[in-house]
Nanobody
Framework: VQLQASGGGLVQAGGSLTLSCEVS????????MGWFRQAPGLEREFVAH???????VYEDSVKGRFIISEDNAKNTVYLQMNSLKPEDTAVYYC????????????GGQGTQVTVSS
């Protein structure tokens, strides 16, 4: 599986960005697509995921601000980020796992999001 994240950039606090993740080579039907982030000096952390059936889960700090969605026709997953805060600054990664497994495949480079105060 190959994953290409894009859409990061520099934005002021309170602003918005939408990240995209183009997926190729995914052969399993039942999957979970996730967004993760890693800030300097910190562990990579879960942000949100969407399942093949459209169910979504969000990390508490992004609930009500971020929206994960998927365009199956384009094999692309999006992360719309609103009301951004400086603490959202991180490299954002997308990943995929097959339902029933626990290990995500991160298969690609992340995209940098920087939120200025």
């Amino acid at each position: 599986v190959q994953l290409q994240a894009s859409g990061g950039g520099l934005v002021q606090a309170g602003g918005s960005l939408t990240l995209s993740c183009e997926v190729s080579g995914r052969t399993f039907r039942h999957y979970v697509m996730g967004w993760f982030r890693q800030a300097p000096g910190l562990e990579r952390e879960f942000v949100a995921h969407i399942t093949w059936s459209g169910a979504t889960v969000y990390e508490d700090s992004v609930k009500g601000r971020f929206i994960i969605s998927e365009d199956n026709a384009k094999n692309t997953v999006y992360l719309q980020m609103n009301s951004l805060k400086p603490e959202d600054t991180a490299v954002y990664y997308c990943a995929v796992r097959e339902v029933g497994t626990m290990s995500y495949n991160f298969g690609g480079q992340g995209t940098q999001v920087t939120v200025s105060s």
